[in-house]
Nanobody, 115 residues
Framework: EVQLVESGGGLVQPGGSLRLSCAAS????????MNWVRQAPGKGPEWVSG????????YYTDSVKGRFTISRDNAKNTLYLQMDSLKPEDTAVYYC????????WGRGTQVTVSS
């Protein structure tokens, strides 16, 4: 069974940092593009960041460039999102997603940025 399980979310003050992890199982993780997607309260899903299978190419939406860093460890079947300089507008449920057909998403982890 293909499975993605996110962890690492929580409550953090503005300017703080969090590191999200996504543990993958049930498929050949190292051969797929992977993405982080978030959904804020009352809004639709927003693509945040993506990474190619080897990890050498990374992509970010403009609002997180310079603050977030996506990475992966194919030996551990794990995707990461390092989030620094967090802002209240980063508050959302964060999902990791595998770009297979059909796409597979995890259940998400809540990130709340508030003082």
């Amino acid at each position: 069974e293909v499975q993605l399980v996110e962890s690492g979310g929580g409550l953090v003050q503005p300017g703080g940092s969090l590191r999200l992890s996504c543990a993958a199982s049930g498929f050949n993780f190292g051969t797929y593009d992977m993405n982080w997607v978030r959904q804020a309260p009352g809004k639709g899903p927003e693509w945040v960041s993506g990474i190619n299978p080897g990890g050498g190419s990374t992509y970010y939406t403009d609002s997180v460039k310079g603050r977030f860093t996506i990475s992966r460890d194919n030996a551990k079947n794990t995707l990461y999102l390092q989030m620094d300089s967090l802002k209240p507008e980063d508050t959302a449920v964060y999902y990791c997603a595998c770009a297979m057909e059909p796409p597979v998403w995890g259940r998400g982890t809540q990130v709340t940025v508030s003082s």
